[in-house]
C-alpha cells in the first residue's frame, strides 16, 4: 500500500509532476509557434504581366531561383501593372505578389499590401514610323496609336499625359495591344504608333530599338513632367545604344520613366518574403543601361510602405541562419530556436517549483505520521481504567516500525528524530497506564 512504501508515493508524484511539465511545455511550445510563426508556405502566386513584357520575363527569373529553395511559384499572367495591383488588393485572387509600377496607387486602396522595394526603371517608350512629329503630336491626328490593354500601367500613364497635353480619345484611334502585338503589328506597319512601358531588357524594345523604319520620341519638356508627377524620373538613352552599326537611336534620346516595385501582400511569410529579396538582388543588382550595380533593388517606397522584412533586408542583408544554411533547415532552426522562448518559460519556473512541491510532499507525509500518533494520545486519554489499552500499544509499535524505515533526505531528518520523541512520550504513557 502507499500508505506502507512513502516512497512509491513520492516517485509517483515526482512522475505525475514530469509528465504533467512536458504537455504544458509541449501545448503552449506548439500553440505558439502556431499562432506568431507558423511554416512558409511551399506554393506562391506572383501576378506578372502581358507575354513578351518585361514583367513575364523576370517571373520566369523568380521561378527558377525560388524552385532552387523548393519553392514553387506560380505565374499568373495579366494585362499590366493596373490588374495587378487589383489582384493583390483582393484577398480572394490567390495572388502573394506581384509587379506593380509606381503612381498607380495609394495607401488607403492598399492597406493589406506592403512593398519590397523598387526594382527598375520602366520608361515610357513611344515609338513611331512614317509620320511627321516636327510640330508635336498633332501629326498622329487620327492615325492608328497602341496603348496598352485595359488594365496596364503603359495605358493608365499614357492616358494621364494626353489629358495633361489636352488630348482626348477622340484625338486617334487608341488601341490596347500588349508591347509583343503591338511591336508586331508596328513592324508590319498595321499602327503607325506604339507606347509602351517596360524595362530596357524587354526584348520587343530591343527589337524596335535598333529598327531602322521606327523612330523613338524624344520628351524635350521631360523636367515639367517630373515636377508634376513626382514618381517620374528623367532618363537619357544613349546615341546608338540599340544598334551601333546602323547607329540606332540617331540622337540622345529624353525618357520618362516610374520605377516598378515588388508589392507583397502583407500576411505573406517573412522567410518567403527574405527569398524574394535575395532573388531580386540577383536579378535586378548587375548594371544596366540606366542604372549602376547595386543601384536595385532598393529601399524606396513610392505608393506603398516598406515590409518590415524589407527594412531588416536593405539594413543587414538576409538573415544569418539563411545566409549559412539551406532555406528548409534555416526556417526549422529559427522556429526550434523561438521555441526555445516558452520552453525557457515554463521550465524554469517548474524547475523551481519542484523543489517546494516535494518538500510540501515530505512534510505531508510526515505530518500525517503525526496525526496517527495525535489519535493515539488522543485514545490513550478517552480510555478509562477499567478499558485495556494494549492495542493502542500494538497500534504504537507499527508507527514506529513506519517512521523507522521512512527514508527522508537529510534536510527532513530532524523532523523524523523529533517525531520519534514523541512515539516515545506517548510510549511513556501507555506504560504507565
Do not use: C
Not at 134 to 148: E, H, N, Q, T
Amino acid at each position: 500500500m502507499d500508505q506502507d512504501n512513502p516512497n512509491r508515493l513520492l516517485k509517483r508524484t515526482g512522475l505525475i509532476w514530469s509528465i504533467v511539465g512536458l504537455v504544458l511545455v509541449v501545448v503552449v511550445s506548439v500553440a505558439i509557434v502556431a499562432i506568431l510563426n507558423p511554416p512558409p508556405p511551399r506554393t506562391v502566386v506572383m501576378t506578372t504581366g502581358p507575354q513578351g513584357s518585361a514583367y513575364a520575363e523576370f517571373g520566369e527569373r523568380y521561378r527558377a531561383l525560388l524552385a532552387k529553395e523548393g519553392i514553387e511559384l506560380q505565374l499568373r499572367p495579366s494585362a499590366g501593372a493596373v490588374e495587378n495591383l487589383g489582384h493583390l488588393r483582393d484577398p480572394r485572387s490567390g495572388v502573394d505578389v506581384g509587379f506593380v509600377q509606381g503612381g498607380i496607387g495609394n495607401l488607403q486602396q492598399s492597406a493589406d499590401l506592403v512593398s519590397l522595394g523598387t526594382l527598375f526603371y520602366e520608361p515610357l517608350w513611344f515609338f513611331y514610323r512614317n509620320v511627321q512629329l516636327d510640330r508635336g503630336l498633332s501629326g498622329l491626328r487620327g492615325k492608328r496609336i497602341s496603348i496598352g490593354p485595359e488594365g496596364s500601367g503603359t495605358r493608365a500613364l499614357t492616358l494621364a499625359l494626353l489629358a495633361r497635353n489636352g488630348i482626348d480619345q477622340s484625338f486617334a484611334e487608341l488601341l490596347p495591344f500588349t508591347p509583343q502585338v503591338a511591336g508586331e503589328k508596328l513592324l508590319g506597319g498595321e499602327i503607325q504608333a506604339a507606347i509602351m512601358l517596360t524595362s530596357w531588357d524587354s526584348p520587343v524594345v530591343r527589337k524596335l530599338a535598333g529598327a531602322t523604319d521606327v523612330d523613338l520620341v524624344s520628351f524635350p519638356r521631360a523636367d515639367a513632367y517630373v515636377a508634376l508627377y513626382p514618381f517620374l524620373d528623367k532618363l537619357v538613352l544613349p546615341t546608338g545604344v540599340g544598334d551601333l552599326a546602323r547607329n540606332r537611336p540617331p540622337v540622345d534620346t529624353v525618357l520618362l520613366a516610374p520605377k516598378a516595385s515588388l508589392a507583397v501582400r502583407r500576411d505573406l511569410h517573412p522567410a518567403i518574403q527574405y527569398l524574394l529579396l535575395d532573388a531580386a538582388s540577383q536579378i535586378h543588382g548587375e548594371p544596366g543601361i540606366f542604372q549602376k550595380a547595386g543601384q536595385f533593388p532598393a529601399a524606396e517606397s513610392i505608393d506603398i510602405p516598406l515590409s518590415e522584412p524589407a527594412r531588416q533586408f536593405y539594413k543587414s542583408g538576409r538573415p544569418f541562419l539563411q545566409r549559412y544554411l539551406p532555406f528548409w533547415l534555416a526556417v526549422l532552426v529559427g522556429q526550434l530556436l523561438i521555441l526555445l522562448i516558452p520552453v525557457v518559460g515554463v521550465l524554469y519556473p517548474t524547475l523551481r517549483l519542484m523543489p517546494a512541491v516535494y518538500g510540501w510532499t515530505m512534510r505531508q507525509r510526515i505530518f500525517r505520521l503525526y496525526g496517527e500518533l495525535k489519535f493515539l494520545e488522543a485514545e490513550v486519554e478517552r480510555r478509562g481504567a477499567e478499558q485495556g489499552i494494549e492495542d493502542l500499544g500494538a497500534q504504537l509499535d507499527r508507527l514506529e516500525y513506519r517512521v523507522n524505515h521512512f527514508r527522508v533526505p537529510v534536510t527532513f531528518a530532524h523532523m523524523l528524530y523529533t517525531l520519534r520523541i514523541h512515539i516515545a512520550l506517548v510510549r511513556t504513557r501507555i506504560d504507565k497506564r
